[in-house]
C-alpha cells in the first residue's frame, strides 16, 4: 500500500501557522499577567521603548502584539490618558483579557487581527510598538507595508525584537526553529531596514536597552 502524501500549499501553510501561533498565545493567556522573571524582563522592556518612543498628550498610539495590553495601559498613562491608545493581537484569549482589564477607559481600544491586515485606517498613527511578536510573522514585508499605511507621514514605528547581528543570535534562532513551530525566524538589522525602505519608510537606527537588547526604529 502507497504511503498518502500531504501536499501543503502556501494557503494551507498560512492557515497552520495562524493555528499555531493562536493555541499558543490562547494558552499563554491565562497567565500572561502573571509574575516572576519573564513578565519582569518583557514588562522592562516595553517600559523602555515607551519611554524612548517620548509619549505625548493627544497622540494616537498602537501596539502589535499587544497582548493583554499591558503596554497600550502604560502608553495612556504616560500621556495622562489623553488620545486614543489602541491593540491589536492575533490571539482572541489576550484580547478578551486586555478588554476585561481596561473597560473603564473610552479611549483603549483592542482589536483581534493579523498584523498583515490590520482593520484601522491609514495613515493614523503617530507611534506604533511591535515588542517581541516580528519574529513570528509569517510574510515581514507585508507586515511592514502595513505598519507604514497606518503611520501619519513622521509617525514612528519602534521594533524591539531579537537582532540575527551576530553569530550567537544566529545559532539561537536554529535551535528554537526545531523546538517551537510557531517560530519563523530572528531577522537581522540589515534584514529590517530593507523591510522599513521597501515599505516607503525611513530607517532611522537601532537603539540599545537593557541588556543591549535592538530597538529597530523607522519613520513614515
Known amino acids: 500500500m502507497l504511503n ?3 501536499y501543503y500549499s502556501p494557503d494551507m501553510e498560512e492557515s497552520r501557522h ?4 493562536k493555541a499558543k498565545w490562547n494558552k499563554w493567556s491565562k497567565s500572561a499577567d502573571g509574575k516572576g522573571i519573564l513578565y519582569e524582563y518583557l514588562r522592562s522592556a516595553q517600559l523602555s521603548v515607551i519611554s524612548m518612543a517620548g509619549i505625548k498628550e493627544n497622540i ?27 491593540g491589536v ?7 478578551g483579557k486586555a478588554k476585561e482589564k481596561f473597560s473603564n ?17 491609514s495613515s493614523f498613527f503617530d507611534v506604533i510598538i511591535c515588542t517581541n511578536s516580528f519574529h513570528h510573522y509569517l510574510h515581514p514585508s507585508s507586515a511592514m507595508q502595513e505598519i507604514s499605511r497606518i503611520l501619519k507621514p513622521g509617525g514612528k514605528i519602534y521594533i524591539l525584537d531579537p537582532a540575527a547581528d551576530s553569530w550567537f543570535i544566529k545559532i539561537i534562532d536554529k535551535i ?6 510557531q517560530h519563523v525566524k ?5 534584514e529590517f531596514k530593507r523591510f522599513m525602505l521597501e515599505a ?4 532611522n537606527c537601532y537603539k540599545l536597552i537593557e541588556r543591549k537588547q535592538k530597538v529597530q526604529v523607522g519613520e513614515k
Not at 89 to 95: K, R
Open 4 to 6: 498518502s502524501v500531504i
Open 18 to 21: 495562524i493555528e499555531l501561533n
Open 60 to 86: 494616537n498610539f498602537l501596539d502589535i502584539g499587544c497582548g493583554t495590553g499591558w503596554a497600550v495601559g502604560e502608553a495612556a498613562k504616560a500621556a495622562d490618558y489623553k488620545g486614543s491608545f489602541f
Open 105 to 121: 477607559h473610552v479611549n483603549l481600544y483592542f482589536i483581534q487581527g493579523n498584523s498583515e491586515s490590520i482593520p484601522l485606517e
Open 186 to 190: 530572528i531577522y537581522s538589522s540589515d
Open 200 to 203: 516607503g519608510l525611513k530607517y
Open 89 to 95: 493581537d492575533l490571539s482572541e484569549g489576550m484580547i
Open 176 to 181: 528554537i526553529k526545531i523546538f517551537e513551530p
